[in-house]
């Protein structure tokens, strides 16, 4: 559910955020209950200078903890927080444990659904499309109106598509 694209009510119109920023947050590895190890301390986003950009979408830059997740559905930046217990699995077994397919076996900042790496390797066969614009797809889907904004592509968030090949 925490792809799910939503509107919030301005008092005049309603107008795009993401979960993210209405306070969602992924725990992993306690069955979606925060890790009693997890040390780094709790902020307010409505804090008078909030750190998030206007727009449907968190950009990682504002954020180390940020995880932009690939879904068909478009880009998702999801704060995730990681098992910090110390019989834990490593960052990408906890990613893989809950579905995801990480860009990075060191530190992943991206990850992706297995359903977009198959739908992926489906047009790369049948299409011919490259990953480049199998990306371009998603960040219009991500936002129609201004696919700009949504964060550019680079070799990390490529390299699972690219080696699906």
């Known amino acids: 559910m925490s792809f799910h694209q939503i509107s919030q009510w301005t008092g005049g119109f309603f107008n795009d955020t993401s979960l993210t920023k209405i306070g969602l947050e992924v725990y992993l590895g306690h069955v979606g209950e925060p890790c009693p190890g997890l040390t780094d301390e709790w902020y307010d986003t409505d804090d008078e200078e ?74 790369n066969l049948e299409c011919g499309t490259l990953a480049m614009n199998y990306y371009s797809k998603l960040r219009q889907i991500t936002s129609s109106m201004f696919p700009h904004l949504v964060p550019v592509s680079d070799v990390d968030r490529f390299s699972p598509l690219n080696h699906s090949q």
């Open 50 to 123: 909030d750190h998030f950009t206007e727009g449907p979408w968190v950009p990682l830059v504002n954020n180390p903890q940020m995880t932009m997740v690939v879904d068909t559905s478009g880009l998702h930046s999801l704060m995730i927080r990681f098992c910090q217990c110390a019989d834990a699995l490593s960052t990408n077994m906890q990613l893989f444990e809950t579905g995801l397919f990480p860009a990075s076996f060191t530190s992943p900042k991206t990850a992706f659904i297995f359903a977009v790496l198959d739908d992926f390797l489906l047009d």
